[in-house]
């Protein structure tokens, strides 16, 4: 059974890690949480759960409005070609729906079959803003909280700039 909202407070809790989090109806793309969100400050993020062609699963944490060049991040990160992991699989790993995908869902991955990369820029803000394993919630954290939480659970993430698209 996947970790819940109170679950993974109290692994922050443990952890000595001190949150917000902030409720607001259920957002599924970066356009409503801007639209739900007001004038919470820090780093806003958007997630992708990626598989290879090899089969490695990726979850890429960057700044919401990153436009992300996946071939350049796959040549950058020295992986075969990504392409967006299905919800099945999603659920499966991280325990979390399509539109609650976040970095806290590694608390799900005790085997540690996601590598874990987050934006070096994101990582410049304070807090950073994530969904607590469902979309209906915000929660605030440090940067190095964050890192500390999700190397407790097993997860040393790397840390990369994550290559913009060009339109």
């Known amino acids: 059974m996947p970790a819940t909202p109170a679950d993974l407070q109290a692994r922050l809790d443990a952890l000595g890690i001190t949150t917000e989090t902030i409720e607001h109806e259920a957002v599924f793309t ?22 290879d062609k090899k089969g490695g ?16 991040l796959s040549k950058r990160l020295g992986a075969p070609r990504f392409s967006f992991g299905k919800p099945d699989l999603l659920m499966e790993v991280l325990g979390v729906e399509p539109g609650s995908v976040t970095p806290f869902a590694v ?4 085997e ?6 987050l934006d070096t820029d994101l990582m410049q803000h304070d807090p950073i803003n994530g969904h607590p394993l469902v979309n209906t919630a915000t929660t605030r954290i440090a940067p190095a909280d964050l890192l500390e939480f999700c190397r407790d659970c097993g997860h040393e993430p790397v840390l990369s700039e994550i290559d913009e698209r060009q339109d």
């Open 30 to 51: 970066v356009e409503e949480a801007k639209a739900h969100r007001g004038q919470m400050s820090g780093g806003h993020i958007k997630n992708l759960f990626l598989k």
């Open 57 to 72: 699963l990726w979850l890429v944490v960057c700044l919401e409005d990153r436009r992300v060049d996946m071939n350049a």
């Open 107 to 110: 608390i799900n991955d005790p």
């Open 112 to 117: 540690g079959r996601v590598k874990l990369v």
